[in-house]
């Protein structure tokens, strides 16, 4: 069964600090592997998007890897702002399959303190 | 460009009332998406459309939801008759096409609450 799953289910930290989120996926075949930020009350924005080739992705403080092999990734959050604060949700595409079949994980509730 | 515009942002209702909710995409794309978030489920596909066409429905969860395209620029999603249990976020998405690649661009939702 395909299945995404992310941990932790929430985390909190201080402004300022570093803090690294995780997905692991059990969707075959791969074909790529999307982050998202959703704010409170809005919907999810694209933060990056990887293919199987690629195992690192940035886009400013964020930082995405991929190990297609153990099929995990994780999202790297530097020095960390309190507009951080906000869902994170890893999104599984499969090899093939149109935008209808995405898998999407339940998400990281980050919360960034002062 | 505005991004993809839902309506209204928030909708109280009670049950048994007909629910519209309406989207308009991105300009130029040519799927569209309608998803369901709740805390339970997290983020669920409805249906979506490409080139204004149904393409797959399979998500709607009865035949008391209903969904239109009736041009490139407009869509419903309809609920008749509404039950609590469809109380959620709907989002909207649209894309420049349906291929797995493409990127999703979500609309900010519309908060639906079915007393």
């Given at each position: 069964k395909n299945q995404v799953e992310q941990s932790p289910q929430s985390l909190i930290i201080l402004e300022g600090k570093n803090c690294t989120l995780q997905c692991n996926y059990t969707v075959s075949p791969f074909?790529?592997?999307?982050?998202?930020?959703?704010?409170?009350?809005?919907?999810?924005?694209?933060?990056?998007?990887?293919?199987?080739?690629?195992?690192?992705?940035?886009?400013?403080?964020y930082t995405a890897t991929l190990d297609a092999d153990t099929k995990q990734s994780s999202l790297h959050i530097t020095a960390s702002q309190l507009s951080d604060s906000a869902s994170y949700i890893c999104v599984v595409s499969d090899r093939g399959s149109t935008l209808g079949r995405l898998y999407f994980g339940?998400?990281?509730?980050?919360?960034?303190?002062? | 460009?505005?991004?993809?515009?839902?309506?209204?942002?928030?909708?109280?209702?009670?049950?048994?009332?007909?629910?519209?909710?309406?989207?308009?995409?991105?300009?130029?794309?040519?799927s569209l998406f309608w998803y369901r978030q709740t805390m339970m489920r997290g983020l669920e596909l409805l249906?979506?459309?490409?080139?204004?066409?149904?393409?797959?429905?399979?998500?709607?969860?009865?035949d008391r939801f209903s969904a239109k395209?009736?041009?490139?620029?407009?869509?419903?999603?309809?609920?008749?008759?509404?039950?609590?249990?469809?109380?959620?976020?709907?989002?909207?998405?649209?894309?420049?096409?349906?291929?797995?690649?493409e990127k999703l661009f979500?609309?900010?939702?519309?908060?639906?609450?079915v007393l």
């Amino acid at each position: 069964k395909n299945q995404v799953e992310q941990s932790p289910q929430s985390l909190i930290i201080l402004e300022g600090k570093n803090c690294t989120l995780q997905c692991n996926y059990t969707v075959s075949p791969f074909s790529n592997l999307r982050w998202y930020k959703q704010d409170t009350g809005r919907g999810p924005v694209s933060l990056t998007i990887m293919t199987f080739s690629e195992n690192t992705k940035s886009n400013g403080r964020y930082t995405a890897t991929l190990d297609a092999d153990t099929k995990q990734s994780s999202l790297h959050i530097t020095a960390s702002q309190l507009s951080d604060s906000a869902s994170y949700i890893c999104v599984v595409s499969d090899r093939g399959s149109t935008l209808g079949r995405l898998y999407f994980g339940r998400g990281t509730q980050l919360t960034v303190w002062p | 460009d505005a991004g993809v515009i839902q309506s209204p942002r928030h909708e109280v209702t009670e049950m048994g009332q007909e629910v519209t909710l309406r989207c308009k995409p991105i300009s130029g794309h040519n799927s569209l998406f309608w998803y369901r978030q709740t805390m339970m489920r997290g983020l669920e596909l409805l249906i979506y459309f490409n080139n204004n066409v149904p393409i797959d429905d399979s998500g709607m969860p009865e035949d008391r939801f209903s969904a239109k395209m009736p041009n490139a620029s407009f869509s419903t999603l309809k609920i008749q008759p509404s039950e609590p249990r469809d109380s959620a976020v709907y989002f909207c998405a649209s894309s420049g096409g349906d291929r797995g690649n493409e990127k999703l661009f979500f609309g900010s939702g519309t908060q639906l609450s079915v007393l």
